[in-house]
């Protein structure tokens, strides 16, 4: 079956870090474009990072450039979201998601509707 399952969330201080797993059954992440995305409690659902091996691009927002960084371990077919110094707003719902056609990361962004299979999601909050 296709599934994707995140865990690493948590409660951490501000400044203080944490690593998002995100790992893929039923299917591999090569081909695919992934991606992370979060939605706070009544905001809309953001893209956040995305990583396309097809397309040969790393996407973040600005958001969380230079805090928060994508990767992904093929031999595990596993992404990770490394999140550093975080801050009272990145409090929220994170998910990772993959497009299967390999589209849907560019150099100006994420095409969410590109995205077609996806996490059930983890929390993240982060105390001030």
């Known amino acids: 079956e296709v599934q994707l399952v995140e865990s690493g969330g948590g409660l951490v201080q501000a400044g203080g870090s944490l690593r998002l797993s995100c790992a893929a059954s039923g299917f591999t992440f090569d081909e695919y474009a992934i991606g992370w995305f979060r939605q706070a409690p009544g905001k809309e659902r953001e893209g956040i990072t995305c990583l396309s091996d097809r397309i040969g691009t790393t996407w973040y927002a600005d958001s969380v450039k230079g805090r928060f960084t994508i990767s992904w371990d093929n031999a595990n077919n596993t992404v990770y979201l490394q999140m550093n110094n975080l801050k009272p707003e990145d409090t929220a719902v994170y998910y990772c998601?993959?497009?299967?056609?390999?589209?849907?990361?560019?150099?100006?962004?994420?095409?969410?509707?590109?995205?077609?299979?996806w996490g059930q999601g983890t929390q993240v909050s982060v105390s001030s």
């Open positions: 998601a993959a497009a299967d056609s390999g589209y849907g990361c560019y150099s100006h962004g994420i095409t969410q509707v590109e995205y077609d299979k």
